[in-house]
């Protein structure tokens, strides 16, 4: 039992220490007048604090549309700056992205930020790609050409989910913590019989 709990400690310690090997999921919140979006960021820690976006799911409601659809990557992998055409080889407007994500910090993206594309929504036929991105700190602003909603500064965006890494580890530290007072209790000798003195 006692290999058992050093064995479950050794796991916890590596997992709650070194998430770079595996990719996390962040929930995050953005709203700025009458625009909300809602979603989920697959991203893999690179160091530093920083986070790579590398896709997710987002649903836009407000300037008069409301889709679902999903978060690009960034082609050159995150952290590189990419831009692309909006929407892509059409000559239209240009999103620059680096996907990086800083959920420990006060701003939580880069000035320029992740794109998506809403593939389910009311609307005019034809993708829609937009961005979103940090207008400075704790100031963001969601972009979208198609149908022309653009707030610039003011906007919110949060991550408010732990990271899945460090529960799964303080999570497994309990258990052998548990397994290790068990095994302590077993070793315990059986009661003498004897009458204490009073």
Avoid: C
Wanted: glycine fraction near 18%; charge should be negative; proline fraction near 6%.
């Amino acid at each position: 039992m006692k290999k058992f709990s050093i064995a479950l400690i050794a796991l916890a310690t590596a997992l709650a220490i070194a998430p770079a090997a595996l990719a996390d999921t962040f929930n995050f919140t953005f709203t700025d007048g009458s625009v909300t979006a809602t979603g989920t960021l697959t991203a893999t820690a690179l160091g530093g604090g920083a986070f790579g976006i590398t896709g997710g799911t987002i649903t836009l409601t407000g300037g008069g549309i409301t889709g679902t659809g999903n978060i690009l990557a960034d082609p050159d992998g995150p952290g590189t700056v990419y831009t692309f055409e909006n929407p892509p080889n059409s000559g239209g407007a240009n999103l620059t992205i680096d996907n990086l994500l800083y959920p420990g910090s006060g701003m939580q993206l880069t000035d320029n930020g992740f794109a998506f594309e809403l593939t389910n929504y009311t609307g005019p036929a034809g993708g829609i790609w937009g961005e979103i991105w940090a207008n400075g700190p704790g100031n963001y602003a969601i972009y979208e050409g198609n149908y022309n909603i653009y707030d610039n500064g003011g906007g919110s965006f949060v991550t408010p989910e732990p990271s899945s890494l460090l529960l799964l580890g303080t999570g497994l530290l309990g258990l052998a913590f548990f397994a290790f007072r068990k095994s302590k209790a077993s070793r315990l000798p059986a009661h003498s019989g004897l009458a204490l003195p009073v």
